[in-house]
């Protein structure tokens, strides 16, 4: 009975050592966000240039890092950042499909979809410590 209750005791360590180590291989939360703003400057400009298939490549690295931004509040309870992240992420996809087939209109609609979503988050959970400085506030 000990040598099971043993064995039971080390699966649930292994368990949350695993847990606890593929949460610490998330990248810091601040350089997820200075990869989004110059590929969300690159893709307006792209948009702006009429670039399809530039517009497709940021839009698609977008996507990815929306991913990041929603693994990182996710465990935080956020709900609200939770669903900024995944609606700016979707309406990433969107530009990148709408962009692909040429339907700039279309990709520039998407596209004020995530700065909207940007900007609601921000104004929710980031606090301006001057000098360019921000903290977060889950």
Same mark, same amino acid.
């Given at each position: 009975m000990n040598r099971q209750f043993s064995l039971i005791i080390i699966v649930? =360590? &292994?368990?949350?050592a695993v847990g606890? $180590? @593929? =949460? #610490? #291989?998330?990248?810091?939360? /601040? #350089?997820?966000?200075?990869d989004i703003g110059p590929t969300f400057a690159s893709l307006k400009k792209n948009l702006?240039? /009429? @670039? &399809?298939? &530039?517009?497709?490549?940021d839009a $698609?690295? *977008?996507? !990815? *890092?929306? =991913?990041?931004?929603?693994a990182f509040w996710a465990p935080l309870n956020t709900g609200d950042a939770v669903g900024y992240a995944k609606k700016a992420r979707? $309406? @990433? $996809?969107?530009?990148g499909a709408a962009a692909k087939n040429n339907d700039m !209109?279309?990709? #520039?609609? @998407?596209y004020t979809a995530i700065q909207k979503n940007c900007g609601n988050c921000h104004l929710a959970h980031r606090e301006d410590t001057g000098k360019d400085n921000y903290i977060i506030r889950p």
């Open positions: 649930i =360590a &292994g368990v949350f606890i $180590a @593929s =949460a #610490q #291989q998330h990248r810091p939360y /601040n #350089q997820i966000m200075k702006d240039a /009429n @670039s &399809g298939a &530039g517009a497709a490549e $698609a690295k *977008l996507e !990815k *890092l929306f =991913a990041e931004t929603e979707e $309406a @990433s $996809a969107a530009v !209109k279309a990709a #520039q609609t @998407s």
